[in-house]
């Protein structure tokens, strides 16, 4: 765009020469000068409107491809934006779930532990109470046989002297 500016400046320039040397050169033709140097400013001022007019067309152009490349490049962001996103949060639910299960498997783990203490625990507490109680049971029956033997003497010495009562009647 600058060359045809350039161009036309250098044509205007040359055309401005042209007509100053005519005026210089021929007075006689003075009018006729005039004339063609009106003509050559009338071309110059309607190459500098057409000039004027492709500018602003270019500069239009180039700003509806400017407000295309934004768009363009907005949705490339966007869908780049959206992609790290989604692998973003694809990563968040792995981690997610691996802390998930280590959690769980702890958690197992600890409840199994906790199941075998409770079980020593409960055992230990079980044995101290059926000790005792097993002593007494072991004392009980140790008692009830003495007396079943005690009984079991007097019934025999009852059953003699009954029956030594009996024969003396």
Known sequence: MSAIVTTIIV???????????FL???RKGRQAGEDKIKA???????????LEDRVDR???QVRQEDQENFGT???EMEKR???SADQMNAR?????????????NSTRQLLRDRQTEFAAMSQEKLN?????????????QEAVKENTLKNTGFNGELQQASKACLSKV
């Open 40 to 50: 050559a400013e009338a071309k110059l001022e309607a190459a500098e409107a057409r």
């Open 92 to 104: 968040f639910q792995e981690t997610i779930a691996l802390m998930k299960e280590e959690v769980q």
């Open 73 to 75: 490049l907005m949705q």
């Open 81 to 83: 934006h959206k992609e």
């Open 11 to 21: 044509l205007a320039a040359l055309l401005s020469g042209l007509a100053l040397g």
């Open 58 to 60: 270019a500069r239009a």
């Open 128 to 140: 101290s109470i059926m000790e005792p109680l097993n002593r007494n049971i072991a004392s009980m």
């Open 24 to 26: 210089l050169g021929d």
